[in-house]
């Protein structure tokens, strides 16, 4: 299946200073990945191309790096994912726009679970990190509660990983 994800927000800070923000990723003075709710993002070294890692059971490597531009990422795990997700920085008129898209193929089980698992999940932090891009920048979040499923999810997937942690 075909999968297309986009999520954007119009800052009214500077593209520099929302291109930071993407220069952060994964390090100590990561500001926009919402860290303090989701399994952090973290890589085998700084921000470059070839560097690896993931946030929870998402594994992908750094393809493409501009920095205070854009960053792109190719997935590796789940099995079954096959594509890429991107933050960039776009200069507005009045400030600038973030955007992260996805655009994989999946095949197999995983399209089931992008579906009803990742995607869900993956639109609820994605909305999280806009909404600290926003805070991070002067601006105020949109405070988007989870859904009912996005709840569920999470609990479900936090008494399995207690079940792993206690085997």
């Given at each position: 299946?075909?999968?297309?994800?986009?999520?954007?927000?119009?800052?009214?800070?500077?593209?520099?200073?929302?291109?930071?923000?993407?220069?952060?990723?994964?390090?100590?003075?990561?500001?926009?990945?919402?860290?303090?709710?989701?399994?952090?993002?973290?890589?085998?070294?700084?921000?470059?191309?070839?560097?690896?890692?993931?946030?929870?059971?998402?594994?992908?490597?750094?393809?493409?790096?501009?920095?205070?531009?854009?960053?792109?990422?190719?997935?590796?795990?789940?099995?079954?994912?096959?594509?890429?997700?991107?933050?960039?920085?776009?200069?507005?008129?009045?400030?600038?726009?973030?955007s992260h898209s996805?655009?994989?193929?999946?095949?197999?089980?995983?399209?089931?679970?992008?579906?009803?698992?990742?995607?869900?999940?993956?639109?609820?932090?994605?909305?999280?990190a806009l909404d600290?891009?926003?805070q991070q920048t002067?601006?105020?979040?949109?405070?988007?509660?989870?859904?009912?499923?996005?709840?569920?999810?999470?609990?479900?997937?936090?008494?399995?990983?207690?079940?792993?942690?206690?085997?």
């Open positions: 299946m075909l999968v297309v994800n986009h999520h954007e927000r119009d800052l009214a800070a500077a593209a520099p200073v929302v291109g930071a923000l993407i220069n952060g990723l994964a390090s100590a003075n990561d500001r926009l990945w919402p860290h303090d709710r989701w399994p952090p993002m973290r890589l085998d070294r700084p921000l470059q191309p070839g560097a690896t890692g993931g946030h929870g059971p998402i594994r992908y490597r750094v393809e493409s790096y501009r920095p205070g531009e854009a960053v792109t990422f190719r997935f590796l795990r789940p099995t079954g994912f096959d594509g890429t997700h991107t933050f960039a920085v776009q200069a507005l008129p009045t400030g600038s726009r973030l996805i655009c994989m193929t999946t095949s197999g089980k995983a399209t089931w679970a992008w579906r009803w698992v990742y995607e869900p999940l993956h639109d609820a932090l994605l909305e999280d600290r891009a926003a002067g601006g105020v979040g949109r405070g988007v509660a989870w859904s009912r499923w996005v709840r569920l999810l999470r609990w479900v997937l936090a008494r399995a990983r207690k079940r792993r942690r206690a085997a």
